[in-house]
């Protein structure tokens, strides 16, 4: 047996230290490696990760969803699992990557892409995602979060391009993705259409001017139809208006002419309207009008009234202005009444020819168009409104609803499938799923799937002169159908590839289109695998069982794997999902560089350190927002890896001194052994339960309160039986208790902060060992004794009331009182209270009764409430009161009977005083009060002395960084009574800090201390 098991450790190391050496100690065992790589042949637990896009630096939000991931992995590996899918992942395409080449080369335009080279603006964008990927890599590693980035699914890659096109391919032959003209949300400034999930991520308030116009009802003079809209740039294109058949309209006249509008706007329309008539919507339906501006040339069905089920009396004048070539409602409803589309805008969101306002981006327009129907008397009113508006979530240009020829995934078709497997997966938090997630899939949309641009998946659909299209499936159709395989199935090698019709055998070409880069990230669960080209994944693996991101994902990245996985599997495509909320800086504003609060991930971890910066995560729940808090993470530290380790420091040093080695536990006698067991047992059980639902920032709290009570009231309550005698069976118990305690709490907080807990753990169970291999504590129902931590928790209640009322009063706790009394519904045992009698530090403790508390107890009525009852006797209801056992008969019996009437507390104000020689506190949850002798004698105060004394030789000892089991000389200097009380309590003092011997001295060497106002010089000399 080794005098030296445990290894002493420095108290004072910093965290960033430990990280560093732990990390070290990972990479040269091949710890990661081992763990990433080794099967145990046990249950799987599936993840999949988000994939990123590296040409962006990581921030601390992407350190939170990390640290959450790695959590779950590591807790789930702990608790008999091996992890599936642990890999990385990367998202390579999409606009997102183009606008960087576009601001790198100064492109404004598609032309200027194309006339620079596809070939060439693509190889830059290959190269630029990767830009940070050794940034993310080392964060990855600084942070903890153990993931295979070696097998990462990286979206550029053939192999799961081929997969999507697999995807396609079914979808196409199963009639579910088509090709179509409709009006799609579409990006001017990058020149192509976004899917319904994609516009959900750029709503802004806009300030935007809003008209009412004025349109003549036809072969009139002077009636008019008033239509409101916030885009005066589409009113060139006006061909219908669209009333609700079943609102109530009015006819009003005023100023000389007449109007149609909604009658609940007439009079906040109208100054002195005169009411000529009242209709149904119905009744205008047919009405023709006159075109607005003439400058279009519109079929002859178009200027009339129709009626629409989505015209509503919220907003406007009831009377909605169609241009069905901007609005989705007013393409549908034109194409019931076969009107073709007028659009006079191009490609790039300008005006053409056909109208005044020529190559005028259309939004710039708006003050010229409303200038020419005021000039055209055409005008009833503007004004300026503050709405919703929504804005490419990638360059922020204000979108227009524009008609484009592209393909679409029948979405809108599957709701109930989608709403169906929405039922299978678990949210946290839970609200989303029918709210915000699943409020989404009530109106699910067609997915515009086809991007006019360049980097991205292509669209695996080739068309012949004929209209037959082909959809290829896999590079092996390729040549199936007559094409060569490019080695980069990426534009525009890809759209060099011609194939064979196989209806009329005519040359094929590729529709020119590349596919929404969520399709890339929302085929994760089966194309990072390559199914189906991967004979060793099946789908028997879909759902995986963890996802998360941040709650910009909730309507992207959880909605396309959602949607993907029920349109191929019929299923959902993960069982559970988290969702975060953002990081905020320290002043609680959204982080962002241009504010200049934008803090990378690196930045954060070289503030505060890996394990800190985790906690943090924890302090809260993930998926609420939380500020930059520094006085938080340091506070947080402090209580969980400060206090481990002196708890450890304090276990190491009198084992190795008496010579102590855990082998196993042994059932414990002793009341403090068998409470701080049972306090563990509980901890795990609700640990445990935390962490399977995903609750880490409870768990967390369980473990600090576990923590928390482990140092401040086991430990300090427990330190003579280490300090004392022999190793007997009663202080080996003791000793396992720590030690089983101590490598339980880091078993639990291992997941949450690897690197402090596997360094401690390697303190305790010796090197070439980690935590993260170790099995989860389990819960032992035999240790668990539920009347115990009852009492226990209502004297560590006494404890700390007897702290506050002290600290309240200026009586130091190291001054002995003559005595306390409780009063509690609870009375502790004997036992519990002999132990913790030292602590409360008094002659006598006595439990009181309640008409026992020293308190003056003052009633007086409250008026509003007695006089309407008693009315004139309530002054004697007042004299009343203050008789002597009226209170008493109120706690009693719950009332007070008075004339006939019964009051209860809630007619009354109670005040109660602790009468003045005694310090009072109490706890409202537990019902105690605790009272304080402030009487000091001369006995009291030299035995306070003694204890203050005490105190200051133990800070010398810390200071020294002694052993807790090192024996020292001390030498005093003092005079008067505090002289007194060391000659007094001189065996005391000796015993309580490992003193040899005490003596006195004139001497001023040595450390001054300020006791009570006077001056005392002790030092201290190490010996054998």
């Not at 806009?206 to 589409?234: E, H, Q």
């Not at 390729?478 to 060099?496: A, C, M, Q, S, V």
Request: aromatic letters at 12%; glycine letters at 6%; charged letters at 25%.
């Amino acid at each position: 047996m080794t005098a030296n098991f445990y290894q002493t450790i420095d108290v004072n190391k910093s965290l960033m230290d430990i990280e560093k050496e732990i990390r070290k100690y990972w990479e040269d065992n091949k710890i990661i490696e081992n763990i990433l790589h080794k099967s145990r042949n046990l249950k799987q637990y599936t993840f999949l990760e988000g994939p990123p896009t590296a040409n962006g630096r990581p921030h601390v939000g992407h350190l939170m969803t990390r640290t959450v991931k790695d959590t779950v992995m590591r807790y789930k590996y702990m608790s008999g699992y091996d992890i599936g899918r642990r890999t990385g992942g990367w998202d390579c395409h999409g606009l997102p990557v183009e606008l960087e080449a576009e601001k790198h080369f100064g492109f404004n335009t598609k032309k200027e892409i194309e006339d620079f080279g596809i070939e060439k603006f693509n190889e830059y964008c290959r190269n630029s995602v990767f830009t940070y990927i050794d940034e993310w890599n080392a964060i990855d590693s600084e942070i903890g979060y153990w993931i295979d980035e070696k097998d990462s699914y990286v979206t550029l890659r053939n192999d799961y391009m081929e997969s999507e096109w697999y995807a396609l391919k079914k979808l196409f032959e199963d009639k579910m993705l088509v090709k179509d003209y409709k009006i799609v949300p579409y990006c001017p400034r990058c020149g192509t259409s976004l899917s319904s999930h994609e516009v959900a991520q750029g709503y802004k308030n806009t300030d935007d001017t809003s008209v009412y116009v004025k349109f003549r009802v036809k072969n009139s003079m002077n009636r008019y139809l008033i239509a409101w809209t916030t885009t005066p740039w589409t009113l060139p294109s006006n061909e219908l208006l669209v009333v609700n058949k079943d609102l109530e309209y009015t006819l009003v006249s005023d100023d000389g002419n007449e109007y149609y509008v909604l009658s609940d706007m007439v009079q906040s329309l109208f100054k002195n309207p005169k009411v000529l008539k009242t209709m149904k919507g119905s009744d205008l339906v047919g009405i023709r009008y006159d075109q607005l501006m003439s400058f279009l040339h519109v079929g002859k069905n178009a200027l009339q009234v129709v009626a629409g089920d989505f015209v509503t009396a919220e907003d406007g004048t009831g009377i909605v202005h169609a241009a069905p070539a901007f609005g989705a409602d007013d393409f549908d409803i034109a194409k019931q009444y076969n009107i073709d589309l007028v659009n006079p805008v191009d490609s790039e969101g300008k005006f053409d020819n056909s109208v005044p306002w020529k190559n005028k981006f259309v939004m710039d327009a708006n003050s010229e168009i409303i200038g020419y129907l005021k000039e055209n008397k055409l005008l009833f009113k503007s004004q300026k409104i503050k709405h919703t508006y929504p804005f490419c979530y990638r360059c922020g240009t204000k979108l227009l609803y524009y008609p484009l020829d592209a393909w679409f995934i029948r979405v809108s078709t599957i709701r109930d499938l989608l709403k169906k497997n929405n039922d299978r997966v678990n949210w946290y938090p839970e609200y989303l799923k029918y709210g915000r997630f699943g409020n989404f899939l009530d109106d699910a949309k067609d997915w515009a799937l086809s991007r006019n641009r360049y980097w991205g998946t292509p669209l695996p659909i080739w068309r012949c002169a004929n209209e037959h299209y082909l959809a290829i499936g896999s590079r092996e159709d390729l040549e199936k159908y007559g094409g060569n395989i490019p080695d980069d199935l990426h534009r525009p090698f890809i759209d060099n590839v011609k194939l064979k019709c196989p209806v009329c055998s005519e040359p094929m070409s590729r529709e020119p289109y590349v596919i929404d880069t969520w399709f890339d990230s929302g085929s994760a669960s089966y194309a990072a695998m390559h199914y189906p080209f991967n004979k060793n994944f099946n789908t028997e693996n879909i759902p995986v069982d963890f996802i998360t991101e941040a709650i910009d994902q909730t309507r992207g990245w959880f909605y396309t794997l959602h949607v993907i996985a029920s349109l191929l599997f019929g299923r959902n495509a993960y069982k559970n999902v988290m969702s975060m909320s953002f990081i905020l800086d320290e002043k609680g504003q959204k982080m962002s560089k241009s504010k200049g609060n934008f803090v990378t991930a690196s930045q954060f971890i070289s503030m505060y350190g890996a394990d800190p910066a985790r906690l943090f995560f924890y302090t809260g729940a993930p998926w609420n927002s939380k500020s930059i808090d520094k006085k938080l993470i340091n506070d947080t530290s402090r209580k969980v890896f400060g206090t481990l380790s002196n708890v450890y420091s304090f276990f190491a040093s009198n084992a190795n001194l008496d010579g102590f080695v855990f082998k196993e536990l042994e059932a414990p006698k002793n009341l403090l052994d068998k409470w701080i067991l049972s306090r563990l047992n509980t901890t795990i059980e609700n640990v445990t339960k935390n962490m399977d639902e995903f609750d880490m920032h409870i768990a967390l709290r369980n473990l600090m309160d576990l923590i928390n009570d482990f140092s401040n009231y086991y430990l300090r309550l427990s330190r003579k039986r280490f300090w004392e005698g022999e190793l007997d069976e009663e202080k080996r118990k003791a000793y396992e208790t720590l030690y089983y305690t101590l490598i339980n709490i880091l078993k639990m907080l291992a997941p949450l902060a690897p690197f402090y807990s596997d360094y401690m753990y390697q303190k305790l169970s010796g090197p070439e060992k980690t935590i993260h291999s170790e099995k989860y504590p389990s819960p032992d129902s035999s240790y668990i004794y539920t009347d115990l931590e009852k009492e226990f928790k209502y004297a560590i209640s006494m404890m700390e009331l007897s702290r506050r009322a002290r600290q309240e009063s200026n009586i130091k706790g190291r001054q002995v009182v003559n005595d306390i009394l409780i009063y509690s519904d609870v009375k502790l045992n004997q036992s519990i209270l002999d132990i913790i009698s030292p602590e409360l530090n008094a002659r006598e403790i006595k439990f009181i009764p309640f008409d026992g508390r020293p308190v003056k107890v003052t009633l007086k009525p409250i008026f509003s409430k007695v006089a309407p009852i008693l009315r004139g006797d309530t002054n004697r209801f007042a004299e009343y009161l203050s008789g002597g056992e009226i209170y008493s008969e109120l706690k009693n019996t719950g009332k007070i009977i008075y004339g006939g009437n019964e009051f209860t507390e809630e007619f009354l104000e109670i005040h109660e005083e602790p009468y003045p020689e005694y310090a009072f506190a109490s706890d409202e949850k537990t019902g105690i009060s605790v009272f304080i002798n402030k009487n000091i004698d001369t006995d009291l105060l030299l035995a306070g002395y003694a204890r203050e004394i005490i105190r200051r030789i133990q800070i010398m000892r810390k200071d020294l960084n002694l052993e807790y089991s090192a024996n020292i000389k001390t030498t005093i200097n003092a005079v008067g009574d505090i002289r007194k009380s060391i000659d007094k309590f001189k065996d005391l003092i000796q015993k309580e800090t490992l003193s040899k011997s005490i003596e006195f001295s004139s001497s001023s060497d040595g450390k001054t201390w300020e006791i009570d106002g006077e001056n005392v010089q002790i030092r201290i000399i190490p010996v054998n």
